[in-house]
């Protein structure tokens, strides 16, 4: 079992940053790829952004990709997913995973974090 807790949503001008932090406990981290979901009001959960087990690979979807960073500290059991150039679009409850199966291409999340709000005005 792995318990992930996140932090760092809030309420930001569009153009603006967040970083988002994953703190897991439980299992060894580094076991697990880690990755970051999202869910806007009236939308299917979708997919944001992975890591690998040692970080030397992520993946992100096409609509974050050049503004956001997926990044982990395996000596600290945190993920981050630094999020740049903010858009409305953006606003979400993002989640945070954890799974054993990632490749470049496909990332199956095992285990989800409660989720934190994100929300971007214009």
């Known amino acids: 079992q792995v318990q992930l807790v996140e932090s760092g949503g809030g309420l930001v001008q569009a153009g603006g940053s967040l970083r988002l932090s994953c703190a897991a406990s439980?299992?060894?981290?580094?076991?697990?790829?880690m990755g970051w979901f999202r869910q806007a009001p009236g939308k299917e959960r979708e997919f944001v952004a992975a890591?690998?087990?040692?970080?030397?690979?992520?993946s992100y979807a096409d609509s974050v990709k050049g503004r956001f960073t997926i990044s982990r500290d395996n000596a600290k059991n945190t993920v981050y997913l630094q999020m740049n150039s903010l858009k409305p679009e953006d606003t979400a409850v993002y989640y945070c995973?954890?799974?054993?199966?990632?490749?470049?291409?496909?990332?199956?999340?095992?285990?989800w974090g409660q989720g934190t709000q994100v929300t971007v005005s214009s």
């Open positions: 995973t954890a799974g054993e199966s990632y490749t470049p291409s496909l990332y199956t999340p095992d285990y």
């Open positions: 439980g299992r060894t981290f580094s076991s697990y790829a």
């Open positions: 890591i690998r087990r040692s970080g030397g690979s992520t």
